[in-house]
């Protein structure tokens, strides 16, 4: 069954409870205050079942509103979820303050469809009330409650007279609205919290988007912390599910009525995150007075209300009637996302001056922000969710958006979300998202660094990943993304630890590449009685630093050990002796320092460090003064 909520709009004491009693039987006023002066002083609620034009049925939620003006944040607290409004106007009062307030406030929250009802038509001459129709008609003429589109319904809750013209009415009205997305990542701005006998601790609110089920875990904002909802209720009656659009009450384990309030939210786990500033499109009424670059506010959005400080981008002054991108920075955090629309007061004396709607709820550090605001925000405004995402991913540059932010950032579901990353053609590095233009630059970057590690460091085989990354400030996913990219592209080859460009790496010159051999050959054929390091190098062509290069590659790819300070071997000398050792193992188990320097040939000077080496190597290990063979 299709569900909408009904709200009402109007002047203090036009017959607004009155009306929602006489449709629904249901009287509105809870409050014992609200009985005794006879006025609404917050918002209240009622149920009703129509048969839409289609044959089938529709379910109608009241949300019945204060009019008095000191109650307009009430008020507010209850239009936010509202699809169809019916715009009250007493007929023997006509328009008043409240009248002009509630309807701006309908119309900056975009509110599409309505009905006007001219209500108290028994307390008129027909010749009167038809001055007031007039007057209504006139006042509404271009807005969204247009005759021509919508209709207009004399009434009298008291006799009952002009009510099926506007059930009719409102089944019409009712069918046509667009229907709440349930599949959405569900929402429910909490608008009461109360405790109920055998029933526990309770919150009511409109269900504006998505479902929820008995025995979800949901969050709470502010806060985070994760709520298991124990049950469900729709109009007092026990229920699975509640659905998008419909009132909803539930049943919150663990909770009491001290940690939930109104204006708090419950939302699908573990997606959004709370905000102190949205970039949104504002509104000024044109009876507002021109609103200053850096003003205080006081915001409204669902259920919640806060100060803000509204700065203007591109403006130092908003004029009435105008409307300019504007960053509103809040006193408390809260749940906000794009496409939320919202009321703003004047500070002090405190009227409706204008609203609008959040282009984005995810602010960026400073370092990340986009030069071009304005163009920013026009893509957040009109461009297609592809375009809104791949204007997301490119602001993020270089640390990209992880695809888990995007569910939360742009209100859509995982699936839509990978859905949305594949059209936009972007650069998956696990786990975040890159602009291809800003990848095309990485990669770019990170060859051009390559190059110069290999200009200034000719005699070594590549540069370290770390090294590299560093070079490139990257962060690691998106390091990893590109360095995988390049290497599929061939652009540069990986060796364990080392990053090298392809074709480069060791590139020795004919001078060194002379010296390595001679420097090779001088220990390989020295055995284990080798020269000192000096001497040999001495006898280069190359100079002092090159030489030391040399002998850096060659103990890096173990061609010379390096055994102590002094000592340098060539392997083949090292593997020699180790085969010698093994072999000795036979005939005696221990060797001690005396026959190692017969066997080798070595002065005392070589066999110490020789033998220590073995220790090490776990060739042989020290026991008393001799070696055990091991
Ligand atoms: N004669 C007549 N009186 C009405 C009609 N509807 C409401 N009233 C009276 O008007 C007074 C105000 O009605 P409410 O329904 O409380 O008005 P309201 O718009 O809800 O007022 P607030 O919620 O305080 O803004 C009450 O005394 C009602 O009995 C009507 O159709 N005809
Ligand atoms: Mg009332």
């Known amino acids: 069954m299709k569900s909408v909520i009904v709200g009402t709009a109007g002047h203090i004491d036009h017959g607004k409870t009155a009306l929602v009693k006489a449709l629904t039987g249901i009287d509105a006023d809870r409050l014992e205050e609200e009985k005794r002066r006879g006025i609404t002083i917050d918002i209240g609620f009622a149920h009703l079942e129509l048969p839409a034009p289609d044959g089938s049925r529709i379910r109608l939620g009241f949300v019945d509103v204060?009019?008095?003006?000191?109650?307009?944040r009430n008020m507010l607290a209850g239009v936010g979820g509202i699809d169809l409004v019916l715009l009250v106007v007493a007929a023997d009062e006509g328009i008043k303050p409240q009248t002009r307030e509630h309807f701006d406030i309908c119309?900056?929250?975009?509110?599409r469809r309505g009905i006007t009802v001219l209500t108290k038509s028994d307390a008129v001459d027909a010749e009167t009330l038809e001055v007031v129709r007039r007057e209504v008609e006139d006042f509404v003429s271009g807005s969204f409650l247009d005759p021509a589109k919508s209709p207009v319904v004399a009434l009298?809750?008291?006799?009952?007279?002009?009510?099926?013209?506007?059930?009719?009415?409102?089944s019409q009205v009712a069918s046509e609205v667009a229907a709440k997305d349930s599949a959405a990542l569900a929402r429910l701005p909490i608008d009461r919290v109360f405790t109920m006998k055998g029933f526990g601790t309770v919150?009511?609110?409109?269900?504006?988007?998505?479902?929820?089920?008995?025995?979800?875990?949901?969050?709470?904002?502010?806060?985070?912390k994760s709520v298991r909802v124990r049950g469900v209720q729709i109009h007092g009656s026990p229920a699975e599910a509640a659905i998008a659009g419909q009132r909803t009450a539930l049943n919150l384990a663990g909770l009491s009525?001290?940690?939930?309030?109104?204006?708090?939210?419950?939302?699908?786990?573990?997606?959004?995150?709370?905000?102190s500033r949205v970039d949104a499109l504002l509104s000024l009424l044109p009876s507002a007075k021109p609103l200053k670059d850096g003003a205080r506010v006081h915001f409204h959005a669902h259920t919640t209300e806060t100060i803000a400080e509204a700065r203007l981008y591109g403006t130092k002054i908003l004029k009435p009637g105008a409307e300019a991108y504007a960053q509103l920075r809040f006193a408390e955090p809260m749940l906000l996302l794009p496409g939320d629309r919202f009321i703003v007061r004047q500070f002090s004396p405190v009227v409706t001056i204008g609203g609008g709607v959040v282009l984005d709820a995810s602010p960026v550090t400073r370092k990340q922000r986009v030069a071009d605001a304005a163009a920013f925000l026009k893509i957040m405004r009109e461009g297609s969710p592809e375009q809104v995402l791949a204007a997301r991913v490119a602001r993020r540059g270089a640390i990209g958006l992880p695809l888990d932010e995007i569910p939360g950032e742009m209100n859509v579901r995982r699936e839509e979300a990978t859905r949305l990353a594949a059209k936009a053609e972007l650069v998956w590095c696990n786990p975040v998202l890159v602009a291809a233009a800003v990848f095309a630059k990485i990669k770019t970057d990170v060859l051009q660094a390559l190059k110069k590690f290999h200009d200034d460091n000719p005699l070594v085989a590549g540069m370290s990943k770390e090294e590299l990354r560093d070079r490139a400030n990257l962060g690691p996913e998106v390091f990893y993304g590109v360095l995988g990219r390049l290497a599929e592209e061939t652009k540069l080859g990986v060796a364990g630890e080392l990053v090298h460009l392809s074709g480069r790496g060791v590139v020795m010159k004919?001078?060194?590449?002379?010296?390595?051999?001679?420097?090779?050959?001088?220990?390989?054929?020295?055995?284990?009685k080798v020269p000192?390091?000096?001497?040999?190098?001495?006898?280069?062509?190359?100079?002092?630093?090159?030489?030391?290069?040399?002998?850096?590659?060659?103990?890096?790819?173990?061609?010379?050990?390096?055994?102590?300070?002094?000592?340098?071997?060539?392997?083949?000398?090292?593997?020699?002796?180790?085969?010698k050792i093994a072999a000795l193992k036979n005939t005696a188990p221990k060797?001690?320092?005396?026959?190692?320097?017969?066997?080798?040939?070595?002065?005392?000077?070589y066999a110490i460090p020789l033998l220590e080496y073995l220790d090490r190597e776990r060739v042989t290990r020290r026991v008393g003064d001799e070696r055990l063979i091991l």
């Open 107 to 111: 119309r900056l929250l975009a509110i």
């Open 156 to 170: 009298s809750s008291l006799t009952g007279a002009g009510l099926d013209e506007l059930k009719s009415a409102l």
């Open 257 to 275: 009525t001290e940690d939930l309030a109104r204006g708090m939210t419950l939302a699908a786990a573990d997606t959004f995150r709370l905000t």
């Open 591 to 605: 060797i001690d320092v005396a026959h190692f320097k017969d066997m080798t040939g070595v002065s005392r000077k």
């Open 66 to 72: 204060p009019g008095h003006e000191r109650f307009v």
């Open 532 to 579: 000192s390091l000096k001497e040999v190098l001495a006898g280069l062509k190359v100079d002092k630093i090159r030489a030391q290069k040399i002998v850096t590659l060659l103990l890096r790819d173990k061609v010379l050990i390096k055994i102590s300070e002094e000592l340098v071997f060539h392997q083949s000398a090292l593997m020699d002796l180790r085969h």
């Open 510 to 528: 004919d001078e060194e590449a002379e010296s390595k051999k001679i420097i090779e050959q001088a220990f390989a054929s020295a055995g284990l």
């Open 203 to 224: 919150v009511t609110g409109t269900l504006v988007a998505g479902t929820i089920r008995k025995e979800e875990e949901l969050e709470i904002f502010p806060g985070g």
